[in-house]
């Protein structure tokens, strides 16, 4: 019996005190109030810049309707309706939310809790369960009234649209997350840092996250519909948006561009003409406002830009997420667990295979269960956009659970077997030698090591700009029985090629001389002084030894690719006496690598030594980098900045180099604070020179806040520097 129905015998029986209404319902006002200052705070919502009410799911909310006349709690009957995509009738995405007596944490449901009878203003408290798709909904809110002359009248009236996201506060959300600091760091913090260099020298820097940005949280929420597989089927992943496994793959794919025209195109050739360089980046707020504007990828971006967009992304829909910093990453490109490389008898690289290991890669974790794994797979879990090899179709890569990453249990999962070889691979480099047809044969292993990559994995900790190694997450201490047990169960599942069968067994040539390397000055080489590399030869055997040393020097991609010759240098007839080490001088200068950096000004040395009395050859690289020096200095008109007002920022630039600097653009920005400004100076810098920009801000969020300066010119790039600043209320 329908609602009207029981209402009419009610009322023959006479178990109605209250005549049915005259007229139907209807709203007194335009919209409904949804009361969006306190929802918004109740929902950790309030610092998104968007006209729209933002909500997270698994959490009630109030709104409030003013009526013509009284709301009839017989004869009433009323609905909030919120539709998902463009015709839900056809992806399920259709909520129609009912009046009920009691609200269920399970069950879409509007509960009255206050009536003010002159007015006629109706607070109803509204439920939203903890598993519904995020995204942006088209409101409706429905009455139907049953009037006293029999008529049932209906009326809907069209509603602002309401943003629902992901909940780490609610305990029945898959992304809940116990710690209110961590959820502090994970979801709400707008700047963070990005870890790069190597694993010699950690370099640290400020990442303008901005996820709260003006028309960030539009961009990110279109993405939900940008992957190929919901243009084709929207029916189908529908209801996989209130999924965070779902999402996190899905974003791991669309940012970047590969596939699907997402957001960011992946550069690491050196040529940047067409876009800009990856360093020239302070965040992930220009990126996304770019593509929103125009619905292309924005060029270019390379691993430290995928992972900070990811994280803005993630953490904008509600999902805890950070940036990992890998040192000595490896590149498996066959799956193998083994990275090779392979250097001739003069200490040059020759290219045979595509492994790699990078000075560092970024990747992305995210928080969440794992109800599609066995128990104990939940928690943090390793995604990753940067494009680097196919899996199913796609550039796509992840969630896969730390634990089974530290573990090898590499079928769990998604990729997971990727992410352990980037951690714990086992390196070797081959000796080989080219025969007369141009073809070469590996001779000999100059080297094996068996913990030289998965070095310093790190990210920000938790409410301090400290750093945070979580390498103990990822693998067991290097060396230990558990560590080879991780390594032999990931390497037996793996898709090692024949040519490696019986890999493990493999052992080098034998010991008697062990190459080491070390830089002067041993504190932070700078870019554009002079430097030297002190290779050390030790001579593990009582026997003398003579030694012919080939060393080479080129500049590189961080990801280990060889960019250009820089210098070669040979040392003959080295004498080394049983049981000691003898080193030699490379020196190089300014001028020996002036025009050849590329990126993040990395290097790499490749030595080869033979040793005359036994033939045997030895081989090693040493990677190492340039850091740029402290070149800008941030003014501020004032201590301490105001909302709303306009202040003025001075930046000062001092030319680092021994050459002239010319195309400087300045880049500043800061969350909260401005969004991205960009000038490009009128002029060249000479050696030793200073250029001066001001820029003009206008800050919107009061609190301790940072801007955030980069500077690019065509002779070096990734000059940063960030200043911290108070911003206060404006004085009335």
Same mark, same amino acid.
């Given at each position: 019996m329908s609602f009207f129905s029981k209402l009419k015998k009610l009322q023959c029986l006479g178990g109605s005190e209250e005549p049915r209404p005259d007229k139907p319902l209807d709203l007194k006002t335009v919209d409904c109030d949804w009361v969006k200052d306190e929802n918004r705070l109740a929902h950790h919502t309030n610092d998104f810049d968007t006209p729209l009410l933002v909500l997270r799911r698994g959490q009630t909310f109030l709104v409030k309707m003013k009526f013509q006349?009284?709301?009839?709690?017989?004869?009433?009957?009323?609905f909030i309706e919120l539709n998902l995509g463009a015709n839900p009738q056809l992806t399920s995405?259709?909520?129609?939310? !009912?009046?009920?007596?009691?609200?269920?944490?399970?069950k879409w449901g509007m509960k009255i809790i206050e009536e003010d009878h002159e007015t006629f203003l109706v607070t109803f408290k509204v439920n939203i369960p903890p598993n519904v798709p995020i995204g942006q909904y088209k409101a409706v809110v429905e009455f139907t009234s049953h009037l006293a002359d029999d008529q049932v009248i209906t009326t809907r009236d069209k509603e602002p649209d309401v943003i629902i996201l992901f909940n780490a506060w609610c305990k029945d959300d898959a992304v809940y997350m116990e710690s209110d600091k961590e959820r502090t760091e994970y979801v709400m913090n707008d700047l963070g840092i990005v870890y790069r260099g190597n694993s010699a020298w950690i370099s640290p820097k400020k990442w303008n996250f901005g996820q709260f940005e003006e028309n960030v949280l539009e961009c990110c929420l279109s993405l939900l519909d940008k992957d190929k597989r919901v243009k084709a089927k929207p029916a189908k992943f529908a209801q996989k948006k209130g999924d965070p496994v779902w999402v996190t793959r899905l974003i791991s794919a669309v940012v970047n561009s590969q596939d699907d025209d997402g957001v960011l195109e992946g550069n690491w050739s050196g040529d940047y003409?067409? *876009?800009?360089? !990856?360093?020239?980046?302070? *965040?992930?707020?220009?990126?996304?406002?770019?593509?929103?504007?125009t619905g292309r990828p924005v060029s270019y971006g390379q691993c430290w830009v995928f992972s900070g967009v990811v994280t803005t992304v993630l953490r904008c829909l509600g999902i805890p997420t950070r940036s990992i910093t890998n040192f000595a990453s490896a590149h498996d490109t066959e799956g193998s667990m083994t990275i090779d490389n392979y250097v001739d008898q003069n200490g040059d690289e020759i290219e045979l295979g595509g492994d790699s290991v990078w000075n560092f890669h970024v990747w992305n974790e995210s928080w969440m269960k794992r109800e599609d794994l066995p128990p104990g797979y939940g928690g943090w879990q390793a995604i990753d956009a940067t494009p680097q090899e196919i899996s199913l179709g796609l550039y796509q890569t992840g969630p896969a659970p730390v634990t089974a990453v530290k573990s090898g249990e590499i079928y769990l999962g998604f990729e997971t077997g990727f992410v352990f070889a980037e951690v714990n691979s086992d390196r070797v480099n081959w000796i080989v030698e080219q025969d007369e047809a141009g073809d070469y044969a590996i001779t000999s292993v100059g080297k094996r090591y068996l913990s030289s990559v998965g070095k310093f994995i790190s990210t920000k900790a938790v409410g301090s700009d400290e750093r945070n190694d979580v390498t103990a997450t990822y693998k067991h201490p290097e060396g230990t029985a558990e560590e080879r047990t991780a390594f032999k169960r990931a390497y037996a599942f793996g898709s090692h090629p024949e040519y490696q069968d019986?890999?493990?067994?493999?052992?080098?040539? *034998?010991? *008697?001389?062990?190459?080491?390397?070390?830089t002067t000055p041993s504190a932070n080489l700078r870019n554009g002084d002079g430097f030297s590399v002190l290779i050390k030869a030790r001579n593990d055997t009582s026997e003398a030894a003579t030694v012919d040393i080939s060393a080479v020097l080129h500049s590189t991609q961080y990801t280990g690719e060889k960019k250009r010759f820089i210098k070669r240098q040979r040392f003959s007839s080295v004498p080394? !006496?049983?049981?000691?080490?003898?080193?030699?001088?490379?020196?190089?200068?300014?001028?020996?690598?002036?025009g050849k950096l590329v990126g993040l000004n990395s290097m790499r040395m490749s030595v080869v030594a033979k040793v005359k009395e036994t033939k045997k050859l030895f081989a090693d690289r040493f990677e190492f980098r340039l850091d740029n020096k402290e070149a800008i200095d941030i003014k501020l008109d004032k201590d301490k900045l105001r909302v709303g007002k306009e202040h003025s920022v001075v930046v000062n630039l001092t030319n680092p180099l021994p050459v002239r600097l010319t195309n400087v653009t300045i880049t500043l920005e800061g969350p909260g604070i401005s969004s991205p400004l960009i000038r490009k100076l009128n002029r060249s810098v000479v050696a030793g020179g200073t250029a001066q920009m001001t820029f003009m801000i206008q800050p919107k969020k009061v609190g301790r806040r940072a801007l955030l300066v980069d500077v690019d010119a065509k002779q070096v790039k990734d000059i940063k520097s960030h200043l911290e600043v108070d911003v206060v209320e404006s004085v009335q």
């Open positions: 006349r009284k709301f009839h709690k017989q004869a009433d009957k009323a995405a259709k909520i129609r939310c !009912p009046l009920v007596d009691t609200l269920n944490d399970r003409a067409g *876009g800009v360089a !990856p360093t020239k980046w302070n *965040g992930s707020v220009e990126i996304l406002q770019q593509y929103l504007q019986g890999f493990l067994a493999v052992e080098e040539e *034998g010991k *008697g001389l062990t190459l080491d390397f070390e080394v !006496p049983g049981n000691e080490t003898v080193s030699r001088e490379f020196a190089v200068m300014f001028s020996d690598y002036d």
